[in-house]
């Protein structure tokens, strides 16, 4: 019923705002540089295993109704899932803990133990979307369950690496010659220039909200539903609470639960045999004693 919309709710948008800002700016400076390093720490410390990518890629398929209405909203449904859904991002890794434990470089066992047994199925990024077997697989000796497919971490690497396709210094002289014309590549990381963008947002949501929040002061006895001492109390609410919890406190609790998820998730499954199993075990044990002392011959086909 307001003729007007006041100053108030306008600075509430603009710290309501700016919030946000800050919050990708630090996700920019500080979470993306903190994952970065924890993905080339496979480069440099993982030991290599073989293991199984299981992928399923599945969209959402056409309604089958008979109302024209319904399959028009479901159709439209369908494209803003299959188009913004990151359910095909992700798929699984299952590898063998037995193998991780005998590897030299792995002292999990005799830190916590435990002794590694099992398989293990944990959901990870894929960037290669179909099944793989028997493929490489990345692991931190200190994080058994930290297993990553080693294709999909060297795409990793190449989506932030700098001077991604650009010549080395041995080309140069190959380069320079004027029948030889290649194309220039850039770099793929561009969280640089989504940076300045939200820099330069934050600096105008702030010199606005303080803008505002001087306005208020002018036209507070004017109009009643005006109050520059509320005003300045949100204002100092939103920049030494709002920003130090939300901005940097939600940054923080989002990298510890990425983290556990890289390093420590993951399903594990035990094999337990059957007594059927291990009797034919028994069996084929007794006949190779059988066969080492002669009484029977086994042929290997």
Known sequence: MKDRITLMDIQYTYLITLIIF?????????????????????????????????????????????STWYNCFWNTWQWFANGFSLRNNYGRVVYDLERVANHPACDSEERTGKKLTGTISKKIRVFYRYPREQVSILVLPGYPYSGQPKKDCEAD?????????????????????????????????????????????????????????????????????????????????????????????????????YERWVLMSGKKKREKKSKKSRGAEDDAIMDNEEGIRGGSYVQMT
């Open 157 to 257: 690497w190449a989506s932030f690496s700098t001077n991604v396709g650009l010549p080395d210094e041995e080309d140069e002289d190959i380069l320079n010659d004027p029948r030889v014309s290649m194309p220039e590549v850039l770099s793929r990381d561009r969280s640089l220039g989504v940076l300045f963008v939200a820099l330069f947002w934050i600096c105008f949501l702030l010199g606005a909200a303080l803008y505002v929040t001087f306005q208020i002061e002018v036209i507070e006895d004017v109009y009643d539903d005006e109050d520059s001492y509320t005003a300045w109390r949100y204002f100092y609410i939103a920049i030494g609470g709002g920003i130090p919890l939300i901005s940097f406190g939600g940054n923080y609790l989002r990298w510890k639960i």
């Open 22 to 66: 800050v919050a990708l700016v630090v996700y920019l400076l500080w979470f993306v540089k903190k994952r970065r390093k924890l993905s080339k720490r496979y480069e440099t410390e993982a030991i290599t295993i073989l293991g199984n990518v299981e992928y399923n890629e599945s969209y959402y398929t056409e309604a089958q109704a008979e």
